[in-house]
Structure formats: C-alpha cells, structure tokens
C-alpha cells in the first residue's frame, strides 16, 4: 500500500513514487485484448510497462494476453460487447456552448473557436460519463459500473508520460537487436553490430540477452560514472534512463514471451532497483509465472500446480525442462505445428510394418500431433495446407523478383553499352576534328 502522508523513506517502509512511502509486496497483472497498441510483446508495450514497474515500486508484474482462438474468454473482449442497456437511445448534444467555426481543413478558425470545440467535447463526455455510472444505475451483468473520463494529455501527472518517440528512434536508429543466432557459441565469437558497437545483446535479439555478449551490466548512460547512485533517488534514476538503459534493464528483469511479458525484482547485489526495496517488498522464491501449459495426453491441459512443481523439481534438467516449455514459446501449439510442416511430416508415405500391415505414416503424425497440442486433425490439415499455400506464394515472389533483377540487369547492359558506344563514337569525332585544326573554328560544336 502507499502512505500519501509521508515523504522520504516514510515509517519504513520503501521510498515510494516521488516521495511517498510504500509497504508490502506489491504485485500487478494486467490482462489486454492483445490489440497492436495492446499486445505484451511489442516494443513499446514492453518498454512503457517496465516505466510502471518501475515508477509505482512493483516486486512483480504481469501483462497478459490470450492466445488466439481464446478471446472468448478474455474478459477484456467480452466487456467490449453488448454488456449494458444504458446507451440505446442516447443522444449527446456536440454544440451545447455554440457552434465551432472551422476553416477549410476542418480546424477551428481561431483560438476562441479551439476553447469552444473544447468545452463542447467536454460536455459530451460529461453526460456519458454520468448515464454510465453506477451511481446511476447502470450495470453491467447485475455490477455496477464504473465510469471515469480520460484526461488530456496536458492534464496527466509527469509520471503517466512516457519518451516513445526516444525509444522509437533508438530501435530504428540501428541500436541494439543484432539478430545474432541464439546459439551462445556463436554469439560469443560473432554477436553482430551490438558486439561492434560496444553495445551489450538485449531482449531484441535473437539470444534475447542471454549470450556472453549480455554480462557484465554496464553503467547507466545518462549519469555520470562519478555519481553515487546512492544518493538519488529512485525517480531521479527512473527520469534519466535512456533506452539502452531501459532495455538492460528489461533484460536482466523480465521475460518476453508471444502471448505476456513478465518482469520481477531480482537479488543482483549491485543493482541499482532491486537493492532499494526491503525485504518485505521481495517474497523469497519470487520466480516467472509459467503461463503457458502443455497438453496431458488425454485431451486435457497440464495444471497451475503440476507446472509449478516441475519448475521447483530437485533436479536441475528437470527444471530446465520445465523453464524451456512454461517460460518460452518453443512448444506453443502453432510452433509444433509449423515445425513438423518444416520437416515435410505432412507429405508422409505409406509404409509397411515388419507384420506385412499398411501404415500411413503421414497419418500416424497427425494423431500424434493431435495428442500433443490437442488440436483437431483437420485444423492441423488446414494450418498445413496454408503454409503451404504460402510457400507457394513467397516461391513465386521471390521468382518474380529475380526475373525482374534480370531484366533489369539486361537493360542495364544495354544502357551501358550503347553509352560506351556513344562514348567511342565522341571521341573519335573529336579526335578528327583536332586532326583537321578546325575546333577553334566552331565545327565541334556543330559535329
């Protein structure tokens, strides 16, 4: 919880965001429809939810989505519906305080006209805002409601703002995700720009920042190397991180995944985060959420608790196991499907058993599919014949493309051989004209 009435460190408790103080373990789960301003796994997604860990004290936090054909069940969807009656024959007037000049762009003509459009925006939202309160009697599934209206971007505390456009430019600047190959072996030796740039690997790169390009962590960008951390504080950090810094950090905490993005405390002794926070504020055995699950071979999902106790199993290749099919995309049904379509399972042969019997191999793969993702024979048929079908679109592409290089190569040849000839053809004019002495005369420029 948070002590409004207190500044610094408070009665013990953790230096809360600017200055107040905070108690407790703090954890936040925030599920999304997965929308592209939503999903946990894009960039900016990433780097403004690692802010709010960051800004509000959290010991863990957990963005999540659905994965897809589960959306039904995503209670951000659903609410998106038809959950009240309360708007059915609403009517909000768009000029209560008068009507917005407007120039031919549609802008507001002048600086009064933009005050207007203002105070009439903020009349609608008014009344909307009061028929679908609770207070009202509005309900959603027998619930009251909660209605709030969304402040103006010049209204938001310092703290709700995020630098996206510095982070933007930083990803397409050539910063950091070096695509080097996620084999630890070969980063080590070849770990792309980020190796030659002096950079550290990241969560954007293909070993998501776990080769030996990724240690040590270097020091923060943006405050001199003199500076004693310990003497600012947390939102004083939090303020100058760059995004290099952001990204280190995002690394070293958190876990980026197709369907969530978590990321945690860690028990690193000089990090500069991690080591403000007491000990109440950082449960023992704080480990990622193992959201994904796998099939139980009787058409069923492995438990919350069985995941659980394999990632705590006392053997070390268990756990590793575990982490690998809980915490990473590997065995995500689509994955499995496209890796056996990678490896032509689906163009299987009939094949004789050592009984003389008939076995369509193909087949056979199928049903084991089937058991392991528990996925429909013919929903895996179909992602089949889509990869397919897109194989089949990329092939003749890229066979365009190079037929186009070519013609374009030939024409090139043409070009540049009628120039030589042209060329040639210049030369030896001029070269008879100096013979004859008539250049002074203004016959070159006439031949």
């Given at each position: 919880?948070?002590?409004?009435?207190?500044?610094?460190?408070?009665?013990?408790?953790?230096?809360?965001?600017?200055?107040?103080?905070?108690?407790?373990?703090?954890?936040?789960?925030?599920?999304?429809?997965?929308?592209?301003?939503?999903?946990?796994?894009?960039?900016?997604?990433?780097?403004?939810?690692?802010?709010?860990?960051?800004?509000?004290?959290?010991?863990?936090?957990?963005?999540?989505?659905?994965?897809?054909?589960?959306?039904?069940?995503?209670?951000?969807?659903?609410?998106?519906?038809?959950?009240?009656?309360?708007?059915?024959?609403?009517?909000?007037?768009?000029?209560?305080?008068?009507?917005?000049?407007?120039?031919?762009?549609?802008?507001?003509?002048?600086?009064?006209?933009?005050?207007?459009?203002?105070?009439?925006?903020?009349?609608?939202?008014?009344?909307?805002?009061?028929?679908?309160?609770?207070?009202?009697?509005?309900?959603?599934?027998?619930?009251?409601?909660?209605?709030?209206?969304?402040?103006?971007?010049?209204?938001?505390?310092?703290?709700?703002?995020?630098?996206?456009?510095?982070?933007?430019?930083?990803?397409?600047?050539?910063?950091?995700?070096?695509?080097?190959?996620?084999?630890?072996?070969?980063?080590?030796?070849?770990?792309?720009?980020?190796?030659?740039?002096?950079?550290?690997?990241?969560?954007?790169?293909?070993?998501?920042?776990?080769?030996?390009?990724?240690?040590?962590?270097?020091?923060?960008?943006?405050?001199?190397?003199?500076?004693?951390?310990?003497?600012?504080?947390?939102?004083?950090?939090?303020?100058?991180?760059?995004?290099?810094?952001?990204?280190?950090?995002?690394?070293?905490?958190?876990?980026?995944?197709?369907?969530s993005f978590q990321i945690k405390v860690c028990d690193a002794i000089g990090c500069w985060y991690c080591t403000r926070l007491p000990k109440s504020r950082k449960p023992p055995g704080l480990e990622f959420f193992p959201t994904y699950t796998l099939a139980n071979g009787n058409g069923g999902w492995m438990t919350l608790k069985e995941r659980a106790d394999l990632l705590k199993d006392e053997s070390s290749a268990t756990r590793k196991q575990a982490r690998e099919c809980f915490l990473t995309d590997k065995y995500l049904p689509s994955k499995v499907i496209r890796e056996a379509w990678e490896r032509k399972w689906h163009v299987g042969k009939l094949s004789k058993t050592s009984q003389g019997a008939t076995v369509d191999v193909a087949a056979m793969r199928v049903q084991l599919l089937t058991s392991v993702t528990n996925l429909k024979a013919e929903s895996i048929q179909e992602m089949w014949k889509e990869y397919d079908g897109a194989a089949a679109s990329n092939l003749l592409a890229a066979t365009k493309r190079e037929i186009e290089k070519s013609a374009a190569a030939a024409a090139a040849v043409k070009v540049a051989a009628a120039a030589a000839e042209s060329a040639q053809v210049v030369v030896g004019v001029k070269t008879l004209i100096d013979c004859w002495g008539l250049a002074g005369a203004g016959v070159g420029d006439a031949a």
């Open positions: 919880g948070a002590d409004a009435g207190g500044g610094g460190q408070g009665r013990g408790g953790i230096e809360g965001p600017r200055g107040g103080a905070m108690t407790g373990t703090s954890i936040l789960v925030i599920t999304v429809d997965g929308g592209h301003d939503e999903n946990p796994r894009f960039y900016q997604q990433v780097m403004a939810s690692t802010l709010v860990f960051l800004r509000t004290r959290q010991a863990f936090m957990m963005l999540l989505t659905r994965a897809a054909g589960w959306t039904p069940l995503n209670a951000v969807e659903v609410t998106q519906a038809h959950a009240t009656k309360r708007l059915a024959g609403c009517i909000f007037q768009s000029e209560h305080h008068g009507k917005v000049r407007r120039n031919q762009s549609g802008e507001p003509r002048s600086e009064a006209d933009q005050v207007l459009e203002r105070l009439n925006h903020k009349y609608a939202v008014d009344c909307l805002t009061r028929v679908l309160s609770g207070d009202n009697g509005a309900t959603a599934w027998g619930r009251k409601t909660v209605s709030v209206a969304s402040p103006r971007v010049e209204d938001l505390p310092r703290d709700c703002l995020v630098p996206e456009a510095e982070w933007l430019n930083y990803k397409t600047s050539g910063h950091g995700g070096c695509g080097c190959a996620p084999s630890e072996q070969r980063c080590a030796g070849s770990c792309g720009s980020c190796r030659r740039k002096g950079l550290r690997c990241t969560f954007r790169c293909a070993c998501k920042g776990t080769c030996s390009n990724a240690t040590p962590v270097p020091p923060l960008q943006n405050i001199e190397p003199s500076l004693d951390l310990s003497t600012m504080s947390l939102d004083e950090i939090i303020d100058r991180l760059s995004a290099y810094d952001m990204e280190i950090f995002i690394s070293n905490h958190g876990l980026v995944t197709h369907y």
